[in-house]
């Protein structure tokens, strides 16, 4: 059964660079989905940062200056990088697979881990 | 790009029937048919309920159907039961080649 774990610092300092991985189990990442990630500010809704599949990807555009995905194969994981960060990125971050391309629903989902921005 | 429009919540009794609409533009819903619903309960992972505006995915109740007009999609849930109180996100493909999801609606079985 495939499963995502989403890791990483749980409080990043402003203008800093968050970075979070998800690790694959259950499944390769190597199979050519497309793999994303998505946000939930407290209380707020969902919000589409972006998704990859390592040779293609997909931003929003509102981050897009400031984001960046990657699969490392070698450890079955992906990863997320966003720069400069400011309060306004605090967020329960959340790693996820489409179904198959960018179109498709995201099927499977981490845990989610909540990143708080704050000096 | 901006959020898709959805109610912040509604509710309904046990056995009732109810319907989140999910509200976008000719960039994103009025466009394509990849419109998804997800339900949410807090603390634990979204899960895919609909996708392609109708689709259920297996193992998903027959209680939940989707459909769209325009730049509307809708999300009806049938029978109410307990379980069903959550979140609803709706999400849509978008001529960016990108995803926008809507606010989330909070259903509350009474």
């Known amino acids: 059964q495939l499963q995502l774990q989403e890791s990483g610092p749980g409080l990043v300092k402003p203008s800093e660079t968050l970075s979070l991985n998800c690790t694959v189990s259950g499944d390769s990442i190597s199979n050519s989905f497309y793999w994303g990630w998505v946000r939930q500010p407290p209380g707020k809704g969902l919000e589409w940062i972006g998704s990859t599949n390592g040779g293609s990807s997909s931003y929003n555009p509102s981050l897009k200056s400031r984001v960046t995905m990657s699969l490392d194969i070698s450890k079955n994981q992906f990863s997320l990088k966003l720069t400069s960060v400011t309060v306004a990125d605090t967020s329960t971050y959340y790693c996820a697979r489409h179904h198959w391309r960018v179109v498709d629903p995201l099927d499977v989902w981490g845990q989610g881990t909540l990143v708080t921005v704050s000096s | 790009q901006s959020a898709l429009t959805q109610p912040a919540s509604v509710s309904g009794s046990p056995g009732q029937s109810i319907t989140i609409s999910c509200t976008g533009s000719?960039?994103?819903?009025?466009?394509?048919?990849?419109v998804s619903w997800y339900q949410h309960h807090p603390g634990k992972a979204p899960k895919v309920i609909l996708y392609d505006v109708k689709t259920r995915p297996s193992g998903v109740s027959d209680r939940f159907s989707g459909s769209k007009s325009g730049n509307t999609a809708s999300l009806t849930i049938s029978g109410l039961q307990a379980e069903d109180d959550a979140y609803y996100f709706c999400?849509?493909?978008?001529?960016?080649?990108?995803?926008?999801f809507g606010g989330g609606t909070k259903l509350t079985v009474l």
């Open positions: 999400s849509s493909y978008t001529t960016l080649m990108t995803l926008v």
């Open positions: 000719t960039t994103d819903i009025a466009t394509y048919d990849y």
